[in-house]
T-cell receptor
């Protein structure tokens, strides 16, 4: 009964080679988030979708893009990964942006060689 | 802006010891407060939550009380187990539409047998 699914769990890519991470949810939540997390630090919000409305964080590099083709799926595209982009990428969902808890997927560990 | 401050870690305890992880917050209005737990190699999981002042969240022997007068939400457990070893994140979610969750830096707990 997995609720937030991320694929793949581990991804290895080469420096500068585009990579796409995927997330799907069975909760029918309005909001989907993408976070970057390094070394068990606090997750850093990259962007979120409220339904089809895209909300980018001011300090998210242009190298990171996202797509949400429907309610269930959301993708994170890294156009030209650098060594500094190696991290755990977490997808989360929430019923709304205010006052509600978030449901996290298991994460995708990205390695850049 | 909103902020969450957690006690610095790491924290190392013996099995059956009492646990307290301090969390204080700064926010406008009346946010909801959460504790999330992250086990190695996994995403964050909601541990407990409180949505208004004086609410007590509890789950799996963990408790935290929303104290508006001290802007705190300290996590406690009376008797920790080895399986409680994880990283614990305090977080808040504002009750405004423009809000996004704010996470503390996390506290790593290691419980030794």
């Amino acid at each position: 009964d997995a609720m937030v699914i991320q694929n793949p769990r581990y991804q290895v890519t080469q420096f500068g080679k585009p990579v796409t991470l995927s997330c799907s949810q069975t909760l029918n939540h309005n909001v989907m988030y993408w976070y970057q997390q390094k070394s068990s630090q606090a997750p850093k919000l990259l962007f979120h979708y409220y339904d089809k409305d895209f909300n980018n964080e001011a300090d998210t590099p242009d190298n990171f893009q996202s797509r949400r083709p429907n309610t269930s799926f959301c993708f994170l595209d890294i156009r030209s990964p650098g060594l500094g982009d190696a991290a755990m990428y977490l997808c989360a969902t929430s019923r709304d942006t205010r006052s509600y808890e978030q449901y996290f997927g298991p994460g995708t560990r990205l390695t850049v060689t | 802006g909103d902020s969450v401050t957690q006690m610095e870690g790491p924290v190392t305890l013996s099995e059956e010891a009492f646990l307290t992880i301090n969390c204080t917050y700064t926010a406008t209005g009346y946010p909801s407060l959460f504790w999330y737990v992250q086990y190695p190699g996994e995403g964050l999981q909601l541990l407990l939550k409180a949505t208004k002042a004086d609410d007590k969240g509890s789950n799996k022997g963990f408790e935290a009380t929303y104290r508006k007068e001290t802007t705190s939400f300290h996590l406690e457990k009376g008797s920790v187990q080895v399986s409680d070893s994880a990283v614990y994140f305090c977080a808040l979610s504002p009750n405004t539409n423009a809000g996004k969750s704010t996470f503390g830096d996390g506290t790593t707990l290691t419980v030794k047998p």
